[in-house]
């Protein structure tokens, strides 16, 4: 059984649930709902938000927000802003609600496909994704909406965001990318870190007890910018 078939498995899972869930965590009172990423089936949220870089002060942009979770906690740590965007309306909606349930107000969250409504004139200190790094052919046709959160045929979507992110990026910003290391191909990543003149540097790999997913997170900017 290949890594997309077991993500599909862990994705029908996670839907097979009574919906909404009810869950805390980094002391936030948080709701799940249907269509949305579980956070008991994906645990990568949950070793990205403790090892992220410090965030005092911070703009951060995340991309394909989900439930919330890490922007919020991120926004209520101190975080100068969080912008935070998904694809999916179900998921700016749960984060929305998330962050008024537990009164962040350094937040906007909006509909967006990648950059595709992210302002231009808008620079941030971080911009960050947890990426759906399992990897499938490009004419892989996507059996349902939740599956966009975790597969990316080709490579497209991670082509996009680092040939688009410098772009929304302070001088000294950087993109923060959540790759798993478990059905990502990171010969592809490498290529395409090189097609757009980009320098990644690993920050942090690692995993949690009786979890066999390997978490990794890179720092990437533009290798003029080193």
Known sequence: MTDLDHVKIRLEHSQHRAFPLHTQAFGLKLTVNQGVFSPQEFQAWRWLAENFPPVS????????CGFGLPGLYLAAIGAQSLLACDIDHK???NTLENAAR?????????ESDIFSNIPSNRKFDYIFWN????????DYQ????IERGAVDPGYRLLSR????????????????????????????FS????ANDLVSVLLASGTYPQVTQIYRMFS???????
Do not use: M, Q, W
Not at 57 to 64: F, M, N, T, V
Not at 102 to 110: K, L, M, R, T, Y
Not at 171 to 188: H, K, N, Q, T, V
């Open 191 to 194: 290529e395409i870190i090189h």
């Open 161 to 188: 965001f680092l040939s688009e992110g410098p772009n929304f990026l302070t001088e000294s910003g950087y993109i923060l990318l959540g790759l798993a290391a478990d059905g990502a191909r990171d010969d592809l």
């Open 142 to 145: 996507y059996t349902d909406e």
């Open 57 to 64: 002060g911070k703009r951060i942009l995340e991309i394909g």
């Open 102 to 110: 537990n009164g962040i107000n350094n937040v906007e969250v909006i």
């Open 91 to 93: 998921a700016v909606a």
């Open 131 to 138: 990426y759906p790094s399992i990897y499938a052919p490009g």
């Open 220 to 226: 990437i900017r533009k290798s003029c910018a080193v």
